[in-house]
């Protein structure tokens, strides 16, 4: 088991082309400091062997006529879709919401702290590709300013319903697209504010009552970034972490300093993909049961700052040489993350400064606090 301490450290090499950037911390400027992990260890899994960066799991693989690879999941989807965009559903996270509806088909959930109060609660933004499929995604709730950011560097339209006024000067740049409050209620017993989803219809219709603003596109717009989101391995094929680096960690369950909802994501060694656990069970979606499950774990240290004395927030997700860990198939690797704009793709590095390589398939992102980091726990 290892967990981030103060007391024994690794330190991740300085990436020499980032450190060059001044990082803006989401609103405010913020000088890149030398990445640092801090970690202790009661068991490591070393592998000296520099090998292939990928381990063929299947045969060569023929992309079917009329599919390509998702931009966001690596995976082979129709080409009807390649130039969509996809939405970002803000989705309530507190107990009372359950069960969520149409999570477990997401491509890629963030989970984030959304308040400092409340034993730092947390709240999903599911990015969906394919989002004509959905019957029923939520229930959705308000947004903060971190999540337009990170919606921005998808490109994605951010569904969510209000909002601190914190957000107002963020949703006012021409990359913020969002639909707020527009979605349908369904009677489920339980207060109002948990009785919105994102159901079957809806976002054509919040598309088609904007059909005169280009800005609010269906497709990629001016400020979308080419290419794939994230260094993915060849479809067909997967990433062993220790037979490509020298330092790696055994990570069959991950527990997250969000003490509210018990935050952890659990290995399972016969599906190869790790099980979100909060509250103290496994989550599943109401609709078909399905666990919400993901072949990637990404973790980002990152400091914020507190607006007042209600707990809002924001992330300094904008930054330069931030370290975090990179998951996969039960095994955790050291890394390092820049963003360095406000619709730029957030990159992943090794401790040699080179972009690492992501398995295809569903990812779950954290950012945890820096004053939390120390709690994060891997085994």
């Not at 349908?184 to 109002?192: A, I, T």
Request: net charge negative; glycine share 6%.
């Amino acid at each position: 088991m290892f967990t981030m301490k103060k007391n024994k450290k690794i330190i991740a090499a300085a990436m020499c082309t980032f450190m060059a950037l001044s990082a803006v911390a989401c609103g405010k400027d913020k000088a890149a400091d030398n990445a640092t992990i801090e970690a202790s260890f009661e068991s490591v899994e070393d592998s000296a062997t520099e090998a292939s960066s990928a381990e063929e799991v299947a045969e060569d693989y023929v992309l079917p006529e009329g599919m390509y690879y998702s931009e966001i999941t690596g995976e082979p989807i129709s080409e009807d879709i390649k130039d969509q965009r996809p939405v970002a559903v803000m989705v309530d996270n507190e107990k009372t919401a359950l069960p969520h509806y149409g999570t477990a088909e997401a491509d890629v959930v963030y989970e984030l702290m959304n308040s400092t109060q409340n034993d730092r609660i947390t709240r999903f933004m599911c990015i969906v590709k394919d989002w004509d499929k959905i019957k029923q995604m939520g229930s959705v709730r308000s947004t903060r300013p971190t999540n337009i950011l990170l919606a921005a560097e998808w490109n994605a339209v951010l569904c969510h319903d209000g909002g601190p006024f914190y957000i107002d000067e963020y949703l006012k740049n021409p990359w913020a697209q969002h639909f707020s409050g527009t979605f349908k209620r369904v009677n489920n017993g339980k207060p109002r504010e948990f009785t919105e989803y994102v159901c079957e219809g809806d976002l054509d219709k919040n598309f088609s009552s904007k059909s005169k603003d280009p800005a609010y596109s269906k497709n990629y717009t001016e400020y979308a970034n080419e290419g794939s989101h994230f260094n993915f391995v060849a479809y067909g094929k997967e990433v062993d972490l220790t037979k490509v680096y020298d330092r790696t960690y055994p990570a069959t369950e991950i527990t997250l300093p969000f003490w509210h909802n018990t935050s952890t994501l659990k290995y399972n060694e016969d599906t190869k993909q790790y099980e979100y656990y909060e509250y103290g069970s496994r989550h599943e979606d109401a609709e078909d049961n399905e666990p919400l499950s993901f072949k990637n774990v990404i973790i980002q240290k990152c400091d914020f700052h507190q607006y007042d004395e209600h707990g809002y927030l924001i992330y300094n997700c904008i930054a330069a040489g931030q370290p975090g860990w990179y998951i996969t198939n039960g095994v955790a690797k050291d890394i390092t993350w820049v963003k360095d704009g406000e619709t730029h793709v957030t990159k992943y590095y090794d401790d040699k400064g080179e972009e690492i390589q992501i398995n295809t398939g569903k990812t779950y992102i954290t950012l945890v606090p820096a004053d939390t980091w120390g709690s994060v726990d891997v085994h």
